[in-house]
T-cell receptor
Framework: DTAVSQTPKYLVTQMGNDKSIKCEQN?????MYWYKQDSKKFLKIMFS???????INETVPNRFSPKSPDKAHLNLHINSLELGDSAVYFC???????????????FGPGTRLLVL | GNSVTQMEGPVTLSEEAFLTINCTYT??????LFWYVQYPGEGLQLLLK?????DKGSNKGFEATYRKETTSFHLEKGSVQVSDSAVYFC???????????FGTGTSLTVIP
């Protein structure tokens, strides 16, 4: 039973292309997140969605756009890929943090993006 | 603002050695504190957590105590194993519950 799944696991593409990474969670959580982990393992939050509404939008380029068709899915679309976008992207989910319970985040296995 | 600072790695230890990874935080109010572990090629997973001052989180032989007076949440294990080799992240969630902050991660390698 996979709690948080991401596809694809690996993505190799050329500069300038547009690509999407999909994320699905079957935990019934209300909030989903996207993180970027660089080669030094530094983890940076990019977006957070709560009940299909964006509640955190860190200073990432507008080439990155999260799309949430329903609360179980949060996809990440990237336009005009650049070399610096190469990283591992993690999806995560948690119960509604505003509900007063400090719930754990559950992470997906990551998508390793390489831009050539 | 809120932030998490953890000791820089990499850390290399021999099997059965004692482990300490320091973590300090800055936060308003009373955040909840976490340690996550990332094994090679995998996503992060929760190792342990503590939600209030003086709480001790523990799991798989690891433990950490929430020290409000020193704003610290140091991770310790009395005897590490090769299988503990991973990257360890300290994290906090703000007292409003809507923001997570991760440390920069500390890479641990345990050699036989």
């Amino acid at each position: 039973d996979t709690a948080v799944s991401q596809t694809p696991k690996y993505l190799v593409t050329q500069m300038g292309n547009d690509k999407s990474i999909k994320c699905e969670q079957n935990l019934g959580h209300d909030t989903m997140y996207w993180y970027k982990q660089d080669s030094k393992k530094f983890l940076k939050i990019m977006f957070s969605y709560n009940n299909k509404e964006l509640i955190i939008n860190e200073t990432v380029p507008n080439r990155f756009s999260p799309k949430s068709p329903d609360k179980a899915h949060l996809n990440l679309h990237i336009n005009s890929l650049e070399l610096g976008d190469s990283a591992v992207y993690f999806c995560a989910s948690s119960q509604d943090p505003l509900a007063g319970t400090w719930e754990t985040q559950y992470f997906g296995p990551g998508t390793r993006l390489l831009v050539l | 603002g809120n932030s998490v600072t953890q000791m820089e790695g990499p850390v290399t230890l021999s099997e059965e050695a004692f482990l300490t990874i320091n973590c300090t935080y800055t936060a308003t109010g009373y955040p909840s504190l976490f340690w996550y572990v990332q094994y090679p090629g995998e996503g992060l997973q929760l190792l342990l957590k503590a939600t209030k001052a003086d709480d001790k989180g523990s799991n798989k032989g690891f433990e950490a105590t929430y020290r409000k007076e020193t704003t610290s949440f140091h991770l310790e294990k009395g005897s590490v194993q090769v299988s503990d080799s991973a990257v360890y992240f300290c994290a906090l969630i703000s007292n409003t519950g809507n923001q997570f902050y991760f440390g920069t991660g500390t890479s641990l390698t345990v050699i036989p």
